[in-house]
């Protein structure tokens, strides 16, 4: 026992410059852990009990020098989370942080170009490991013990804990030939998001992956509904951190519920979806129909240093059926200086936000959801929209961001105003059940309450999925 611990007192002092975490990794079960001299790029970890001493060599080393590894998030690999795991036996890949299990996997790619890993695994909140399985000893663990993040993960994407290893598999797919759809819906409102999302399948022969942005509270219930009713969605599940715009929306009018956080999610999701930090992508509200193949939509035009593809307020849809059309006067305060220095125009054309194509990697280049959440944030100390008859939410902020910096849709991919029934009067029941390629239920009337217009319900209730709890 002497000689054991003599020579473990050597190894720390040995290396003790390069075990910089002995002082702020807790002493979880570890009675003690020493650096070996192999160019400071690992540690023994010692864990003993009354019946066993086990070592394991983890990257635990940091050199107070290390950097963040940045790489381009640029792989069409998809990763899924199998869980929190201790005692995995997968290689270790760098010994610095990375940003990301995206990040990860291209680093693993790199050092192993031969063969692409079926599994990823993140610990101490960035360190990357690979391998093609875990190790006879590897046991999962409660997902309390892997509550690190990494510096650039998408919200909801844990990168393990400490001596705790967040494991991911590698799924096959490149889905550089696929659409990738954004839907952001509440618990409330999950019944149209998957009639939503049978439109679409319903209608396209193209491969379509979901990105779907829910609470916390929708997680397990969507995931459920979708297993039972349409299996052959190829989705991800991505929890909106409610954090991110909590203390930053101030609704001015009567409408409430536009201030749940969920409606600002569209805001965060190059963020929240790192692939599509350098794709197109479809936005779409969950209260939507589409009747067409959005294969369409999808290949809309997009302008020079233009960001996004929307539907204009002041179509010919909206012309000829007297729709209201709005225009930026209607959402923004000109009255506020800060909206005046814009220099725009009251009478300017607005576009409806809940629908549109948008090239993520200018948004990207561009910083859009900086620019969006400053004007969120200072609509609550000063009024910046949101007083006017169009009210305000998450719209206004895309109005000023998106200013002569968007194209148009064809205004058949975006019949809007059908939960308005000062408006749905106007509108003919053949446009909407036959002509039209895309169905918006804007107002308060959502297709699957009591209230809405009964000449359009059919059309929703065409793809509606009837589940207990929804």
């Not at 650096?35 to 540690?43: I, K, L, P, Q």
């Not at 305000?392 to 029934?421: C, N, T």
């Amino acid at each position: 026992a002497a000689v054991a611990a003599a020579a473990v007192w050597w190894f720390f002092v040995r290396c003790r410059r390069c075990c910089s975490l002995l002082t702020s990794t807790p002493f979880v079960q570890v009675v003690f852990f020493c650096c070996v001299c192999c160019g400071r790029t690992a540690c023994v970890r010692v864990s003993c009990s009354a019946f066993s001493l086990r070592f394991s060599v983890e990257p635990l080393c940091l050199s107070r020098s290390a950097t963040v590894l940045v790489l381009p998030d640029s792989t069409k690999e998809r990763l899924e989370l199998l869980g929190c795991f201790a005692d995995i036996t997968l290689a270790p890949q760098t010994f610095s942080a990375v940003p990301s299990p995206h990040h990860c996997l291209q680093q693993c790619r790199h050092t192993n170009p031969q063969g692409l890993p079926l599994l990823v695994g993140l610990a101490y909140g960035g360190h990357c490991f690979c391998g093609r399985q875990l190790g006879g000893i590897a046991r999962p663990v409660a997902a309390a013990h892997c509550n690190l993040a990494c510096a650039g993960a998408p919200h909801g994407q844990p990168c393990g804990g400490y001596f705790h290893t967040s494991v991911y598999s590698v799924r096959d797919g490149d889905t550089s030939s696929d659409i990738p759809i954004v839907i952001a819906s509440d618990r409330s409102r999950l019944r149209g998001l998957l009639a939503s999302m049978n439109s679409i399948l319903h209608n396209t022969a193209a491969a379509v992956t979901f990105y779907l942005l829910v609470d916390v509270a929708s997680q397990a219930v969507l995931a459920a509904a979708i297993a039972a009713r349409l299996p052959q969605a190829v989705f991800e599940i991505v929890v909106f951190d409610e954090a991110l715009v909590q203390g930053k929306i101030k609704i001015y009018g009567s409408r409430k519920s536009l201030a749940s956080p969920l409606n600002y999610a569209r805001y965060f999701i190059p963020t929240l979806v790192p692939r599509l930090q350098a794709e197109r992508f479809l936005y779409l509200d969950d209260d939507v129909i589409v009747q067409g193949d959005v294969q369409e939509l999808l290949s809309t035009y997009i302008a020079p240093h233009h960001i996004i593809a929307a539907s204009s307020d002041c179509n010919w849809i909206a012309e000829k059926y007297h729709l209201f059309q709005n225009h930026y006067k209607h959402f923004l305060n000109f009255d506020n200086s800060h909206v005046r220095e814009l220099d725009l125009s009251p009478e300017l054309c607005s576009f409806n936000a809940g629908v549109y194509v948008a090239d993520g990697s200018a948004w990207q280049q561009q910083e859009i959801t900086s620019q969006l959440l400053y004007w969120l944030e200072l609509n609550t100390r000063e009024v910046v929209y949101g007083n006017g008859p169009a009210g305000g939410g998450s719209q206004p902020p895309m109005l000023i961001v998106f200013a002569k910096k968007w194209s148009e849709i064809d205004a058949l991919w975006h019949v809007r105003s059908l939960g308005s029934p000062l408006w749905t009067t106007h509108l003919p029941v053949e446009l909407v059940l036959e002509q039209a390629k895309l169905l918006h239920w804007t107002g308060r009337h959502k297709p699957w309450n009591a209230e809405a217009d009964a000449r359009f319900v059919p059309a929703y209730q065409r793809y509606a999925v009837t589940l207990d709890g929804l």
